[in-house]
């Protein structure tokens, strides 16, 4: 980690920001990582507390909102934005695309594609957490929640389900219900090793985001093969006229062509 970001200034480099947390900064991350013409700096709000190494420069923590983010932006000589937040980091991506145009600094969107219902899926689509908590029903079920630590509240309202919860972080008191099994875990996951833990535990329903992305995409096809109803939650909208592309080759293409330095 670094103390101060001046430490990666390079004359003459490429100066670039890289908005993280997901697996296509990461991938990001390694490609940038022998490229001698750029000088890549990688941000994470520190929601993990324990991230996995990563080949280049970083740095945890916020920016102090749309203003911070421009100062920060002007005050290091950042050249070009990769937002690779995760799809429902909503607020980050907003904040990233109106500092990006106070400090005049290219901006560009790294965004996986969301998931779409395959033949055999029963999906129930929903718009929120708190839809997908009252679209669970009133009737007790055992549920297979995994939103994330910090989207949980939500379903506290219905707290006659049993919910086995997964997520990176411990989940302290933020699903305050009767009935809670709790799993620490990291994707990627195997659909036969989601198969067997929706077996064994029983679940009736699965409650997703659209996160999209291949790493936590087995318990989708688990739920499909077992025939399970699975909730999922839109992913919420995003800045519009910013460039997207949904990879990480794609986003060194970009820097490349937009900027005209080449290897």
């Not at 697996?23 to 022998?34: F, P």
């Not at 001698?36 to 929601?47: D, N, T, V, Y």
């Amino acid at each position: 980690m670094l103390d101060s970001v001046s430490e990666f200034r390079e004359k003459g480099r490429m100066r670039i920001l890289i908005l993280g947390g997901t697996t296509e900064a990461s991938a990001l991350a390694g490609l940038l990582a022998g490229r001698s013409e750029f000088s890549p700096l990688l941000s994470m709000a520190g929601r993990t507390s324990d991230p996995r190494p990563l080949p280049i420069p970083t740095r945890i923590g916020g920016f102090g909102g749309v203003d911070g983010l421009a100062r920060f932006l002007t005050q290091e000589r950042i050249e070009a934005v990769i937002d690779a937040t995760h799809p429902f980091a909503a607020i980050m991506s907003r904040n990233a695309a109106e500092a990006c145009t106070a400090a005049g600094v290219s901006l560009l969107a790294l965004r996986r594609p969301p998931w779409s219902a395959q033949e055999g899926d029963r999906w129930i689509e929903v718009s929120s957490m708190e839809e997908a908590a009252r679209a669970l029903g009133d009737e007790p079920r055992r549920v297979f929640l995994t939103v994330g630590r910090l989207e949980l509240p939500p379903f506290a309202a219905a707290p006659q389900h049993t919910y086995l919860v997964r997520t990176i972080e411990p989940i302290g008191d933020a699903l305050p219900v009767p009935n809670v099994i709790a799993i620490q875990d990291r994707a990627p996951f195997s659909e036969a090793a989601e198969q067997a833990l929706m077996e064994r535990e029983r679940v009736e329903v699965v409650v997703t985001k659209n996160s999209g992305g291949a790493a936590t995409y087995p318990k989708i096809a688990a739920a499909r093969v077992l025939g399970l109803p699975v909730i999922v939650v839109a992913r919420p909208g995003k800045p519009r006229g910013v460039e997207e592309v949904a990879s990480a080759e794609a986003a060194i293409e970009w820097l490349e062509r937009r900027h005209g330095r080449t290897p």
